[in-house]
């Protein structure tokens, strides 16, 4: 299993990113997808998640508003749109496969839930 994000840049605060991420190499129609990002010296934080098979998401409070997760399944791919974007917005975004079922919806905001993890996308908000 392979996730490869990318989109990630250098943006001034209010502006917009698509960040990008396609799964291969196995089959995720059960899966939950996330989003997470870490700053420097900071802890790996939760940011969005979605169910591939339903589209049903979730954001953490940090983001709402401002940023959507979504899916397009003949493509692989899931995407975060990120709007409005703070410098505490800044950190390296990771894409991860959750593919292990878990009726606790919470633990899908941590990161011991995913299986697979892609390598992280920059994105650095200047104010």
């Known amino acids: 299993v392979q996730l490869q994000a990318s989109g990630g840049g250098l943006v001034q605060a209010g502006g917009s990113l698509r960040l990008s991420c396609v799964a291969s190499?196995?089959?995720?129609?059960?899966?939950?997808m996330g989003w997470f990002r870490q700053a420097p010296g900071k802890g790996r934080e939760f940011v969005a998640h979605?169910?591939?098979?339903?589209?049903?998401?979730s954001c953490a409070d940090s983001v709402k508003g401002r940023f959507t997760i979504s899916r397009v399944n003949a493509r692989n791919t899931v995407y975060l749109q990120m709007n409005n974007l703070e410098p505490e917005d800044t950190a390296v975004y990771f894409c991860?496969?959750?593919?292990?079922?878990?009726?606790?919806?919470?633990?899908?905001?941590?990161?011991?839930?995913?299986?697979?993890w892609g390598q992280g996308t920059q994105v650095t908000v200047s104010s």
């Open positions: 979605i169910r591939w098979a339903v589209g049903q998401m």
């Open positions: 190499g196995g089959t995720f129609s059960n899966s939950v």
């Open positions: 991860a496969a959750a593919t292990r079922y878990s009726s606790d919806e919470m633990s899908y905001t941590r990161t011991a839930q995913y299986d697979y």
